[in-house]
């Protein structure tokens, strides 16, 4: 099983950033995807996630109206395209594919044997 997690970078306030989640040896479809992330000295916290299936989604608050998750099932990757970065999004950020996550009353759901994979992450600094 592996979660390759790429695309963070440098960037200045403002600026967007994409990260992608390559994924191998489990069925990528069934499962549902989320980001988190961890910013220094705080704990980590759900960004978004994506549902298997229909794909239904759920954002942070934070990331509301400036991140968009997707999936690619036919590539095993998932995205989560980042825009009007602010300081405060700086974090490692990590994937996740599980079968399914209640996120502050959403259920992102994914199906099959109980499983919760998660990748190594890539960091985003955003500067003023």
């Known amino acids: 099983v592996q979660l390759q997690a790429s695309g963070g970078g440098l960037v200045q306030v403002g600026g967007s950033l994409s990260l992608s989640c390559a994924t191998s040896?489990?069925?990528?479809?069934?499962?549902?995807i989320a980001w988190f992330r961890q910013a220094p000295g705080k704990d980590r916290e759900p960004v978004s996630c994506?549902?298997?299936?229909?794909?239904?989604?759920w954002y942070a608050d934070s990331a509301k109206g400036r991140f968009t998750i997707s999936r690619d099932n036919a590539k095993n990757t998932a995205y989560l395209q980042m825009n009007e970065l602010r300081e405060e999004d700086t974090a490692v950020y990590y994937c996740?594919?599980?079968?399914?996550?209640?996120?502050?009353?959403?259920?992102?759901?994914?199906?099959?044997?109980?499983?919760?994979?998660w990748g190594q992450g890539t960091l985003v600094t955003v500067s003023s």
């Open positions: 996740n594919a599980n079968t399914g996550v209640l996120l502050e009353g959403f259920y992102c759901q994914g199906f099959g044997y109980p499983v919760d994979h």
């Open positions: 040896g489990f069925s990528f479809g069934a499962l549902a």
């Open positions: 994506i549902s298997s299936g229909d794909g239904g989604i």
